[in-house]
């Protein structure tokens, strides 16, 4: 038996950094989604200490309505662009 430790895992040695920027110009709305989703998260904590007499339960329903309503959105748009071609056309950087 002969195993080989020679395999390159090239999507392994990519740091972080290179990661996300190959990923956005593979999928222009994953920057939109993380942007989203870090809003969304730092309204709901501002909220979350803002609150008044509204109780958690409450507090969390409405976080998560308005998380999967960006999440449909964003979908949504994806859904139009890449259906229609714009990416195509040049709107959205590929040509």
Do not use: W
């Not at 999507?11 to 709305?29: H, N, T, V, W």
């Not at 329903?61 to 040049?90: D, E, K, N, P, W």
Request: no cysteine; net charge positive; aromatic share 10%.
């Amino acid at each position: 038996m002969s195993t080989n430790t020679d395999v390159s895992l090239s999507s392994y040695d990519e740091d972080q950094g290179s990661k996300l920027i190959r990923k956005a110009k593979e999928a222009p709305f994953v920057p939109v989604g993380m942007a989203g989703f870090a809003a969304i998260v730092a309204y709901g904590l501002y909220k979350l200490k803002n609150r008044g007499n509204t109780k958690m339960s409450i507090h969390l329903i409405h976080m998560r309505v308005a998380a999967q309503g960006f999440v449909v959105g964003a979908m949504t748009l994806a859904l139009f662009f890449s259906r229609y071609g714009l990416f195509h056309v040049g709107i959205l950087g590929k040509t």
